[in-house]
């Protein structure tokens, strides 16, 4: 069966980078997507941008574009996120999901890690 | 950015009763030449990630109970449970996946009376 498993709980300091995983089993990982998705304690969910992991094409939301980068490793069949200078609004759950096939919905999705931004 | 607006915010209905969620977005979702609408439905229960309930507007699911319908095309859309059972307590997201960035509506909180 298809699961998404992501790493775990991160704390960090505003102004540092935290990086996220998201390691895909059970369908062929070259064939999808991957997308991130966010959200604030108590909060709606925030797109922040999709990867194919075919040829590593990339979309990023303009509100993340300058310090957000996605990465997939197809031989690990990984995805990564890595968010920079890291601000307390960004503490939230930060989720991948897979991108359906055919489509831009998101059929399977992990089960998020928190990241906590604190001095 | 297309704004995905969703009403009510909250609602409680009985057990055994029907619930009806509306999503209405900015631009039209329809893709002429696809003949689809770029909208998914999702249901969060406390502690859990999304989980995928409707696509193409309307499309359920494998494994989503049939008491849940979706339907509109455009800018209207529509979500119904029937039969409310007390697992559906949760939060309703509509997606709108016509262009980027994605936008999602505010959800709906939906509750047991």
């Known amino acids: 069966q298809v699961q998404l498993i992501q790493s775990g709980l991160e704390v960090k300091k505003p102004g540092a980078s935290v990086r996220v995983s998201c390691q895909a089993s059970?369908?062929?990982?070259?064939?999808?997507?991957i997308t991130w998705v966010r959200q604030a304690p108590g909060q709606g969910l925030e797109w922040m941008g999709w990867?194919?992991?075919?040829?590593?094409?990339?979309k990023y939301a303009q509100k993340f574009q300058d310090r957000f980068t996605m990465t997939t490793d197809t031989s690990t069949n990984t995805g990564y996120m890595e968010l920079g200078s890291l601000r307390s609004d960004d503490t939230a759950i930060y989720y991948c999901?897979?991108?359906?096939?055919?489509?831009?919905?998101?059929?399977?999705w992990g089960q998020g890690t928190l990241v906590t931004v604190s001095s | 950015d297309i704004v995905m607006t969703q009403s009510p915010d909250s609602l409680a209905v009985s057990l055994g009763e029907s619930a009806t969620i509306h999503c209405k977005s900015s631009?039209?979702?329809?893709?002429?030449?696809?003949?689809?609408?770029?909208l998914a439905w999702y249901q969060q229960k406390p502690g859990q990630p999304p989980k995928l309930l409707f696509y193409?507007?309307?499309t359920r699911e494998s494994g989503v109970p049939d008491r849940f319908t979706a339907s509109g095309s455009g800018t209207d859309f529509t979500l119904t449970i029937s039969s409310l059972q007390a697992e559906d307590v949760a939060v309703y997201y509509c997606?709108?996946?016509?262009?980027?960035?994605?936008?999602f509506g505010q959800g709906t909180k939906l509750e047991i009376k």
């Open positions: 999901a897979r991108i359906g096939y055919g489509g831009n919905f998101f059929d399977y």
């Open positions: 059970g369908y062929k990982f070259s064939g999808y997507g």
């Open positions: 990867i194919s992991a075919s040829n590593g094409d990339t």
């Open positions: 631009l039209t979702l329809f893709y002429s030449s696809h003949n689809k609408d770029y």
């Open positions: 193409w507007a309307s």
């Open positions: 997606h709108q996946y016509y262009n980027a960035p994605h936008t």
